[in-house]
């Protein structure tokens, strides 16, 4: 399977966080059973990430890395601290239900690794823009599985009824979101591998129509 092109709206689709990095599985797994879950998770990650990235940007670059990685954990956890004040006013049961993987995003994959192994090493702006798609594509993997864990595990969406025939009561728990992730990504992996493929094809023909 051919690598992805770098482009700014890789990290929803080409390089998506959870499916193809398999960063910050935990939260999905453990706590995407249902939509408000799904909810509290995605703004608190989306807010987290951001402002941890864009503030920790200004980092002198000479510093240690290891210096850096603990600062970048500090100005994460400082913005941590009002997101989980604020979340615990608009979403109280999803905040008590999450448990510790809340606070985990403080230190979720985007921040502490990728800040230097990519972020960091475009211009500002192209930074911002990738960031903001990268935080997308775990925001919408992450909705895509409380909606449809919630459906089928208790026949609701955002707790409201819905004509379900079969339940999957399996699905809410920790073994069924390994088992719904790992469908998500065979079938995401799958279609990378199409779209490759058919790239390739089309630019073999264009070539064989130079020539």
Known sequence: MNKPKNTL???FL???TVLSGLMVISPVIMCGDTLKNALALVYAF???TFFSVMISSFVPKRLPYAVKIIIYAVISALIYIP?????QEIY???IGRTGIYFPLLAVNSLIVHQTEAKFFRMRKLEMTGSLVFYILGFDAVMLLTGVIRELFAYGTVYNRMVDMNTLISGIAQPFGGFIFLGLLCGIYRKIRSMAAANENAEKEAENVSDN
């Open 9 to 11: 709206t890789s990290g």
């Open 14 to 16: 080409g390089d998506n």
């Open 46 to 48: 989306s807010l987290i």
């Open 83 to 87: 997101v989980k004040l604020l979340a």
């Open 92 to 94: 109280p049961e999803a």
